[in-house]
């Protein structure tokens, strides 16, 4: 047997920088004993603004350093790397490097629980520039409800506002209600909002302060998480190669203690990181 076949090892997770531990909390609630290992590519952050191609190049860098790490499977907990590096990454890449792991993203689980809870049919979405030009919610929604219509709103603001810890001020009130009213403007019939960036969770209460009432908001987080648990139970194989450990570890290609500081808000929890090199 091929020694690639029989890995065993942590369940990657990675992101560009601190949100995707927004669905890693998650994870963990609803998996308990599995291993994580969380990469953030923090020193190479944001990545809402930069090229398709480059943010290929970055996810894919990251993608063969959790493998190098013995992941057998990669979560993408990031938006904008699975709207713009993870159909290329599993069809071109994974064949080659090796067949028997998986990468998987966050806008796929989100797209199917959201013909759940829509009643109209119209959807808005808020992301960051990258992943609203990408047009990936759109694309991925409409193969599964085409007479759905989707509006997208980019919100560039407010990643710094959490990452600035500016999400409880005036400022994060001003440009949350500015950003909702130009999506709602949009189509006065939405009635489901997607949370399209890990990081939003943290302006939920903002969020749903400034969306009009009747207007469901969806954070990925805990559908993310049943989407994974769901996964593992339909690919027993995959599920007997993620180790059961209950442990979770942390690497960032920045600075570990500034990292494990600003982790901490999204964990809830103390943080120890270590030092990853992409290359």
Same mark, same amino acid.
């Given at each position: 047997?091929?020694?690639?076949?029989?890995?065993?090892?942590?369940?990657?997770?990675?992101?560009?920088?601190?949100?995707?531990?927004?669905?890693?909390?998650?994870?963990?609630?609803?998996?308990?004993?599995?291993?994580? =290992?969380? !990469?953030? &590519?923090?020193? #190479?952050?944001?990545? @809402? +603004?930069?090229?398709?191609?480059?943010?290929?190049?970055?996810?894919?860098?990251?993608?063969?350093?959790?493998?190098?790490?013995?992941?057998?499977?990669?979560?993408?907990?990031?938006?904008?790397?699975?709207?713009?590096?993870?159909?290329?990454?599993?069809?071109?890449? =994974?064949? !080659?490097? &090796?067949?028997? #792991?998986?990468?998987? @993203? +966050?806008?796929?689980?989100?797209?199917?629980?959201?013909?759940?809870?829509?009643?109209?049919?119209?959807?808005?979405?808020?992301?960051?520039?990258?992943?609203?030009?990408?047009?990936?919610?759109?694309?991925?929604?409409?193969?599964?409800?085409?007479?759905?219509?989707?509006?997208?709103?980019?919100?560039?603001?407010?990643?710094?506002?959490?990452?600035?810890?500016?999400?409880?001020?005036?400022?994060?009130?001003?440009?949350?209600?500015?950003?909702?009213?130009?999506?709602?403007?949009?189509?006065?019939?939405?009635?489901?909002?997607?949370?399209?960036?890990?990081?939003?969770?943290?302006?939920?209460?903002?969020?749903?302060?400034?969306?009009?009432?009747?207007?469901?908001?969806?954070?990925?987080?805990?559908?993310?998480?049943?989407?994974?648990?769901?996964?593992?139970?339909?690919?027993?194989?995959?599920?007997?190669?993620?180790?059961?450990?209950?442990?979770?570890?942390?690497?960032?290609?920045?600075?570990?203690?500034?990292?494990?500081?600003?982790?901490?808000?999204?964990?809830?929890?103390?943080?120890?990181?270590?030092?990853?090199?992409?290359?």
């Amino acid at each position: 047997m091929n020694e690639t076949s029989i890995t065993q090892g942590p369940i990657g997770v990675f992101d560009s920088g601190f949100g995707g531990l927004s669905i890693l909390r998650e994870m963990r609630k609803v998996l308990p004993e599995r291993d994580f =290992l969380f !990469l953030g &590519d923090n020193a #190479r952050a944001p990545y @809402g +603004v930069r090229s398709f191609q480059l943010v290929y190049e970055f996810t894919l860098q990251a993608v063969k350093h959790l493998f190098a790490q013995g992941c057998p499977l990669v979560i993408l907990a990031c938006n904008t790397a699975s709207a713009k590096a993870l159909r290329s990454i599993q069809q071109r890449d =994974l064949p !080659l490097i &090796d067949p028997t #792991r998986r990468v998987l @993203g +966050v806008i796929r689980p989100t797209v199917e629980r959201v013909g759940e809870i829509s009643r109209t049919g119209h959807i808005g979405v808020v992301g960051t520039p990258g992943t609203i030009q990408s047009g990936s919610y759109d694309i991925e929604i409409h193969k599964l409800h085409p007479h759905f219509k989707v509006s997208g709103h980019a919100c560039p603001m407010w990643v710094p506002l959490v990452e600035y810890r500016e999400s409880d001020g005036p400022g994060a009130d001003y440009f949350v209600r500015k950003d909702i009213d130009a999506l709602m403007a949009q189509d006065a019939y939405i009635d489901t909002v997607i949370l399209g960036c890990t990081h939003y969770p943290l302006l939920l209460d903002k969020i749903r302060r400034y969306t009009p009432a009747g207007v469901t908001v969806v954070a990925q987080g805990a559908i993310v998480a049943h989407s994974l648990e769901d996964y593992l139970r339909r690919h027993p194989d995959m599920a007997q190669r993620c180790t059961t450990g209950a442990s979770c570890r942390y690497l960032t290609t920045d600075d570990p203690k500034r990292f494990a500081e600003m982790a901490s808000v999204f964990t809830g929890e103390a943080v120890t990181a270590s030092k990853a090199v992409l290359a």
